[in-house]
């Protein structure tokens, strides 16, 4: 067989397993980020007497309390708006005149969309569930590279 043969069967069937595994390398790639992110703080932590699976825990907490404040601060004024949208809109379809003459279908393509709301529901349920899993994994996984990970 041909040596040039074997190399590109070989980097064919390289890059088709890279293909297949690339949500676990990018898991683990987030992963490795998120250590080499936290370590130096982690690291000073544990400087300061912390034992280092509290200082990691310790960084956790802080991440996700941040990330809780972000929310609390922006959903507010998201349904304000979303409220005034909702409140508004009627009236100012209604002004338009614009969509009249389009009533009948507009009203059918809705109640086509209506029969299809539970399937779309589910998929935003097992979508949520299988990204919690993720972040989950990703969270265990930086727990334990961080610590392995010694200074």
Known sequence: MDKHLVKVILYVAGAYVLYQT???VFLFYIAILLTLSLNPVVTKLQSMHFPRG???????????????????????????????????????INSSQILVNYQAEITKEI??????????????????????????????????LLIQRQG
Request: proline share 5%; no cysteine; net charge negative.
């Open 22 to 24: 690339l949500d676990i």
């Open 54 to 92: 509290l200082a990691i825990l310790f960084m956790y907490l802080s991440i996700f309390v941040s990330l809780s404040l972000l929310i609390a601060i922006i959903t507010p004024p998201l349904i304000v708006q979303t409220r005034h949208l909702i409140e508004t809109l009627p009236e100012a």
């Open 111 to 144: 109640f086509s969309k209506i029969s299809i709301l539970p399937q779309a529901i589910l998929g935003i349920v097992v979508g949520l569930f299988s990204n919690l899993i993720t972040v989950f994994t990703t969270l265990v996984l930086t727990f334990y």
